[in-house]
């Protein structure tokens, strides 16, 4: 099996082009997959659908979470598709079952208190008026921070408030601001933005320190650190901020297909995720509110 292993990963590496991260992660599961045929003295060219589940239960054994043992089924999938190709097998058991449904983690939000909390970290200088259009930004409009640090002046009507962005496979949309984020961004464009640039030209609206434009990873350096200034105590990330504002929407009674249409989300199913914290936080203020809800 190993020289088979080794021909599909070199498939992977010139022909599909596939990074080196990716090339190593294949190659782990499949050197799992091999460790466990050998140690049951199995054929690989003769598995059937007894032999998958057993391999399936095995990794469940193992206490691996469903997203590692969907990535072992998808590695080992492709892996037979290729053997297939090559009319070393005739079929793939593989294709016969599914793997175990992710686990459904509620996104980590921010209560409107705690996101004026990090507001109030920003100072006036250039770089703090900068941090604040950030938080303001991602706030009001909830797109993502690869999004947001792409955003081009050219993009914006300062007028109707509206920002045209360009989202995953392309795919553009219209997302809008408030006043308060119109007055922040009206300073920052006019007199922050102009000193952090030092005369250097530049199309994008977020520039660091050296007037180049700010990456994903420099917005989370400065979350973190408006963080630690703040006395916010949990921990969240730039991404936070947009499970805010799908949240927030929801809470206010706007409909999920329009909440869905201002983050970009392909499919509805991605979306109805913050209808669980929605209905998680009517829950608590019902436990909270109600004269029979919290007595014994």
Known sequence: MQNYVEQFIEYLEYEKKYSENTLVGYGNDLRDFGEYIC?????????????????????????????????????????????MKQNVVEASPFHLVSGPKKEQKLPNYLQYEEFLDLVAACDETALGIRNRMILELLFATGVRVSEAVNIKLADIDFKNREIKITGKGKKMRIVYFNK????????????????????????FLFLNHLGRPLTRRGVADILEKLIKKSALKHKISPHTLRHTFATLMLNEGM??????????????????????????????????????????
């Open 39 to 83: 140690s049951n003295k199995m054929d690989f060219k003769k598995m059937v659908y007894k032999d998958v589940t057993n391999y399936l239960i095995f990794l469940s054994d193992q206490n691996l979470k469903s997203t590692s043992i969907n990535r072992h089924l998808s590695s080992i999938r492709s892996f037979y598709d290729f053997l």
């Open 255 to 296: 409909d999920i297909r329009e909440v869905q249409e201002l983050l970009g989300h392909a499919r509805l199913g991605t979306t109805s995720i913050y209808t669980h914290v929605s209905n998680e936080e009517l829950r608590r203020i019902y436990l909270q509110s109600h004269p029979r809800a919290h007595k014994n």
């Open 180 to 203: 308060v984020c119109q007055e922040v961004m009206s300073k920052y464009v006019l007199e922050a933005r102009q000193e952090l640039a030092k005369g250097q030209k530049s199309e």
